[in-house]
């Protein structure tokens, strides 16, 4: 069996559990990292894997991974924004390292940041590697799945799309950036401030409504607090009765025909992904306790490696994977 040789970019906790389960993995090699904390820099890798025996060094930037490291695919899991990753990405992709990135904002960018889209899709076609972004939401629960849903589906009229996460099972780092702790107030400053919020919410309607033939435009998103009822604990954030325990965000196309919404919060009671597709036949779909987005994103990830291999170059999304085509039309 022929090995994909990986470059893990990134080490925090999402890009260590990515490397450490692709060197576990039959078929996977990872050759090396990289990561700009000094502390890491220039040790080998497998010291920061709990044990997990894998060849290569940590270095700092992509211009050294390219010198240092026979690689096919870089796993880019850094950053959720679009504008910070595209550079050490188009990096990758000018030197014929396919690229597969858990970036919430390049799972569908061609709407939401059409520059930085082309610049991608530009280094990977003069590169010759493809780049997709992916993860379980974006890139799967609220987008891919309900496309692949509808495959044997005649006729689809309406698609609404549910996840509901205990924020409180998530890592330290997600609980603050769903506002966990926060007062009312300090939420709607945050929201008021922009740049707050699960990021990748629209690229996932973007991405529904491609696949289903639906213009997005006059689409509306929002974006609420959930406030706790009573006090929660974990082991990174105490949430007293009546602060923000959470975010509730939903999005959806002028017309409704596609909706999306989203729930992440400590002390979430009834964590779970659902689908409903309206028509002929209709579709429910409902994954109890949902998928666990930490280690779901991980798999997603080193699974799309082998496919982006062969993809065409350039920028991909989840739409351009092997699969059905979905009814279109709504």
């Excluded at 090995?3 to 893990?8: A, D, F, P, T, Y």
């Excluded at 000018?94 to 940041?113: I, L």
């Amino acid at each position: 069996m022929t090995s994909n040789r990986i470059i893990q970019v990134g080490l925090g906790p999402i890009g260590r559990e990515t490397a450490r389960r692709a060197a576990l993995r039959s078929g996977f090699d990872v050759v090396g990292a990289v990561d700009i904390a000094e502390d890491l820099v220039g040790r080998e890798l497998s010291d920061v894997l709990d044990g997990v025996s894998c060849s290569g060094t940590i270095v700092a930037t992509p211009e050294e991974a390219l010198e240092a490291f026979g690689a096919d695919v870089a796993i880019v899991t850094t950053i959720s924004d679009l504008d910070r990753v595209v550079a050490p990405c188009a990096t990758l992709l000018r030197g014929g390292v396919g690229v597969v990135s858990t970036c919430e904002e390049m799972a569908y960018p061609w709407q939401t940041q059409p520059e930085a889209a082309r610049e991608l899709d530009e280094a990977g076609k003069a590169g010759g590697a493809a780049c997709l972004g992916t993860g379980i939401n974006p890139g799967y629960v609220l987008d891919w799945l309900p496309v692949l849903l509808s495959s044997p589906m005649d006729r689809i009229e309406r698609v609404r799309a549910w996840r509901v996460v205990d924020a409180g099972r998530r890592r330290g780092p997600l609980q603050k950036k769903v506002g966990a702790g926060l007062t009312a107030e300090e939420f709607q400053a945050k929201v008021d401030g922009g740049a707050f919020g699960h990021r990748g919410f629209m690229e996932s309607l973007h991405l529904v409504c491609a696949a289903f033939g639906v213009d997005t435009a006059g689409a509306t998103t929002f974006i609420r607090p959930v406030i706790a009822e009573e006090r929660v604990q974990t082991e990174h954030v105490t949430v007293e009765a009546g602060q923000v325990a959470g975010i509730h965000q939903g999005a959806e196309d002028r017309e409704g025909r596609v909706i999306l919404d989203l729930k992440m919060y400590v002390g979430a009671k009834d964590p779970g992904d659902r689908v409903e597709l309206e028509g002929d036949p209709p579709v429910k779909v409902q994954v109890e306790g949902g998928y666990f987005g930490d280690t779901a994103t991980c798999a997603i990830a080193l699974n799309a490696v082998p496919v982006i291999q062969n993809a065409a170059p350039g920028l991909r999304t989840m739409l351009d994977l092997p699969g059905l085509p979905a009814p279109r039309g709504i």
